[in-house]
């Protein structure tokens, strides 16, 4: 037995908290990605710096949400308020690391990570500024390539005899992941241009339909087409309480209909929610087409 199992029985909460502490770092990254992106800044170069004074940080406000806390919400030099976003994204990203640690096999959690990391980063600038950089969606989606051919388990496919890597696996998990990625992104699409027909006026953002290609090569097609119905439920309720909080508050125009509402932040929500209920919706699925052949 290895020192890491030992510490697995014995102290469990071990692995939990690293984990978390690590989402929170990436976290941190992530409003590098937030802030930078949509200003076609780098993200590498220069280091972090406060954006409202362009002074760069110092070590202590860099700590992920405890540099908050201690800084009391402002900057040091700038002494404006610091956006509840970074904390908000920091304490998200450890979060859903956290939950998907525990849920499932670690190197499929790890894969999934990366994939919800992305889909942080695209909600929080979709949601802002109405993009969704190519760098995470056509990036996501070769990325979600590669790591369907190294772990196929990710697309749910066996792998070989005790477990090991075999070639033929990776190559059908590689064809899934190809699959959910064209039809995912082939279906949105239509609905693009068909909405754009009815409505005489752009339906949906390009950027949608990457997003839905990046989806498709993590969860396959299943989980775009649960992804693009989910999310069209969930976008419908997003507006709808957006529309209520908005009249409640008085600064409301009255005007439900028409209103722009970014398509990605519901994507992802909705693909993320699939990864529980895949066992459920395939289940189904199956019974579903066992009737139609009986």
Not at 48 to 72: A, D, M
Not at 85 to 110: C, D, K, R, S
Not at 250 to 279: D, H, Q, S
Request: with cysteine; proline share 6%; net charge positive.
């Amino acid at each position: 037995m290895s020192s890491w199992d030992l510490v697995s029985i014995y102290c469990p909460w071990v692995s939990p908290t690293a984990v978390f502490i690590i989402g929170a770092c990436i976290g941190s990254f992530l409003n590098v990605c937030i802030y930078r992106m949509p200003r076609g800044l780098s993200v590498v170069f220069p280091p972090s710096f406060c954006p409202k004074s362009n002074t760069p940080l110092k070590w202590f406000e860099n700590i992920p949400v405890l540099s908050f806390v201690f800084l009391r919400g402002r900057g040091r030099v700038s002494h404006e308020p610091i956006g509840w976003q970074y904390p908000a994204v920091e304490l998200l990203t450890a979060g859903v690391f956290g939950l998907l640690w525990m849920n499932f096999p670690h190197p499929v959690a790890i894969a999934y990570m990366i994939m919800s990391a992305m889909f942080i980063a695209g909600t929080f600038i979709d949601w802002q500024f109405k993009i969704i950089p190519d760098s995470l969606t056509i990036g996501g989606a070769l990325l979600g390539l590669v790591i369907s051919f190294i772990l196929p388990a990710l697309q749910g496919i066996p792998s070989g005899t005790g477990g090991s890597w075999s070639l033929a696996a990776a190559l059908v998990s590689l064809g899934a992941a190809l699959q959910g990625m064209l039809l995912g992104s082939a279906i949105i699409l239509w609905m693009a241009i068909l909405g754009e027909m009815a409505f005489r006026r752009e339906a949906m953002g390009f950027g949608d339909v990457k997003l839905l290609g990046m989806i498709g090569a993590f969860v396959g097609w299943q989980g775009t087409v649960f992804a693009i119905f989910a999310g069209a439920f969930i976008g419908v309720f997003a507006a709808g309480a957006t529309f209520m909080a908005e009249q409640l508050s008085g600064r409301g125009n009255n005007k439900f209909f028409g209103r722009e509402i970014p398509f990605g932040p519901m994507l992802c929500t909705a693909a993320f929610a699939y990864l529980w209920l895949k066992p459920i919706i395939l289940d189904h699925w199956d019974l579903f087409v066992r009737t139609l052949h009986a």
